[in-house]
């Protein structure tokens, strides 16, 4: 999430912006790099700001989940000092109070680059406790061999795609829940759905965030013209990957209250992270696994 613009495009018109963490995060600001591993450059953003503004503050949570993130771009330096490098994988529970802004999580990896470790698993263990600490809660931290996950390769979307509808669409500034649809009073269905044309914008930067959405439930059908001129609607709309999943989740369920749902964003990268949150309502489905898509 690099970059200093702060405008983005409200219809036709233009609107300056300028997020409250646009005076305290690395976003969007010049920054060193690291030389060695210092979890003060870790930035915790408070979750319940975005949840209050669905209707979430101090009530339980509505859904499980996680936000898996992958970082391509770690390395460490061996007992040697010869260079290692991996694939960096977290899972940070939907539970935890705070969210880790990713440009500061850039900053912090960056720091092992030039840092000497004993082993893997002491670098695991060292980033699982910093950025444990930073969000609030125990962090998942996985370190994948490069050749394994050039052997995994690419993986296709589950479900229906919702892209080929040739349908029309005008609403593009803030999401617009009163498109989504169920018809109610027709038989429960189970159906996954996906599609690759969602964006939104980073809340500091107003850079543009792309990602591939998947929405599997079960309840009365959703009408699927409506569902994708709904997630189209987010197509200026600023925020952190995490909580336009979880604004996403909230409609769908007060809109079409279906009996279970599953939602997974996966977001392409930048700086080197993508960033995938997965919710759903408890015991509904299982975690989703770790697919690469081709934009990924």
């Given amino acids: 999430m690099d970059g200093s613009c702060t405008q983005w495009e409200r219809g036709s018109k233009l609107k300056n912006t300028m997020h409250p ?17 210092d ?18 503050d101090g009530a339980a949570l509505p859904f499980t989940g996680a936000d898996l993130w992958n970082a391509w771009e770690f390395s460490w330096l061996d007992a040697r000092g010869l260079p290692r490098v991996a694939v960096l994988r ?6 935890s109070p705070n969210l880790v802004e990713s440009k500061s999580l850039k900053l912090y990896l960056g720091g092992y680059a ?5 082993g893997p698993e002491a670098v695991r263990a060292r980033v699982e406790r910093d950025v444990s600490a930073c969000v609030g809660a125990k962090v ?3 370190l994948l061999d490069p050749h394994d996950v050039e052997r995994a390769g690419v993986a296709s979307l589950a479900g229906e795609s919702l892209d080929d509808q040739r349908i029309e669409a005008s609403d593009y500034a803030d999401p617009r829940p009163e498109l989504l649809q169920a018809q109610v009073g027709m038989p429960a269905i189970e159906e996954t759905l996906c599609t690759r044309l969602f964006r939104s914008l980073c809340p500091v930067t107003g850079q543009p965030d792309w990602a591939s959405v998947v929405l599997h439930y079960r309840g009365a059908p959703i009408e699927h013209a409506g569902l994708l001129r709904y997630l189209v609607s ?10 336009c999943v979880e604004r996403i989740f909230a409609d769908v369920m007060a809109r079409c209250v279906p009996q279970g ?17 997965w919710r759903a309502t408890p015991r509904f489905a299982p975690t989703p696994g770790n697919p690469r898509e081709a934009r990924q």
């Fill in 114 to 118: 030039m840092t000497p470790f004993t």
């Fill in 261 to 277: 749902l599953s939602l997974y964003a996966r977001f392409l990268r930048r700086g080197g992270i993508d960033i995938n949150p």
């Fill in 234 to 243: 987010y197509r200026q709309h600023p925020d952190f990957h995490e909580a």
């Fill in 39 to 56: 979890p003060a450059v870790l930035f915790a953003v408070p979750r319940a700001e975005a949840r209050k503004a669905i209707g979430l």
């Fill in 140 to 142: 998942a931290v996985t």
């Fill in 90 to 95: 977290l899972a940070v529970p939907c539970t």
């Fill in 21 to 37: 963490l646009a005076n305290t995060s690395p976003l969007g600001l010049k920054t060193d790099y690291p030389t060695t591993v």
